[in-house]
């Protein structure tokens, strides 16, 4: 069956610009991560859904990362006012639930360049 | 809070020889372990995980890791490389009471011919 999908797959932006980069989990999944990875470094954590609502938002690093699942299934990453520092590669995960041990499916990722 | 550490970003290995990659956690609560595999323009994919059974993980692609709680290691080997396992690996740590996986820097693994 198909993966994790997320679009688009590089996008470039200017300072101070909006984004949305998306994510359609694999059917069915009903548990939703995000994570960032800069350029050598390992991906880092920034928010968990449960179904529609974010179960840990821990990660998100300020108030201009904003995150949404309305409908439990396709979930936008928004970055507002974007700086440089934001760019990374934006990785999008789904599990069947919420158990610990779940494997985690990683989609290709976004590569969000801010110049 | 649950972290890993991978030392040695880049590892050369000839081809049929052990691939070892090393990988320490720290966590205040037992762990779960995972190894994850990324190859260029892919996702990133899971080799193996440990979750409380067994100590000895056997995963895809002759890939096998050892929990050891005494040493809070969980190291990475295969036991002949192919040039096929060119790739990054990940280690990365989960703890009880939380989904989020902490990830190691990654280990960028170069088979020599």
């Known amino acids: 069956g198909a993966g994790v999908s997320q679009t688009p797959s590089n996008k470039v932006t200017e300072k101070g610009k909006y984004v949305e980069l998306r994510c359609d989990p694999i059917?069915?999944?009903?548990?939703l991560y995000w994570y960032r990875q800069s350029l050598g470094q390992g991906p880092e954590f920034l928010i968990y859904?449960?179904?529609?609502?974010?179960?840990?938002d821990s990660g998100l690093p300020n108030d201009r990362f904003f995150a949404v699942r309305p409908e439990g299934s396709v979930s936008t990453l928004k970055i507002q006012r974007t700086e440089r520092g934001d760019s990374a590669v934006y990785l999008c995960?789904?599990?069947?639930?919420?158990?610990?041990?779940?494997?985690?499916?990683f989609g290709p990722g976004t590569r969000l360049t801010v110049l | 809070a649950q972290s890993v550490t991978q030392l040695g970003s880049h590892v050369s290995v000839s081809e049929g020889a052990l691939v070892l990659l090393r990988c320490n956690y720290s966590?205040?609560?037992?762990?779960?372990l995972f190894w994850y595999v990324q190859y260029p323009n892919q996702g990133l994919q899971l080799l193996l995980k440990?979750?409380?059974?067994?100590?000895l993980v056997k995963g895809i692609n002759g890939f096998e890791a050892e929990f050891k709680k005494s040493e809070t290691s969980f190291h990475l080997t295969k036991p002949s490389a192919h040039m096929s396992d060119a790739a990054e690996y990940f280690c990365?740590?989960?703890?009880?009471?939380?989904?989020?996986?902490?990830f190691g820097k990654g280990n960028q693994v170069v088979v020599i011919p």
């Open positions: 995960a789904s599990s069947s639930t919420s158990s610990l041990t779940d494997t985690q499916y």
């Open positions: 059917s069915g999944h009903t548990a």
């Open positions: 990365a740590v989960s703890g009880r009471g939380n989904n989020r996986l902490a």
């Open positions: 440990y979750t409380s059974a067994a100590t």
């Open positions: 859904f449960q179904g529609t609502g974010a179960a840990d």
């Open positions: 966590s205040s609560v037992p762990p779960y």
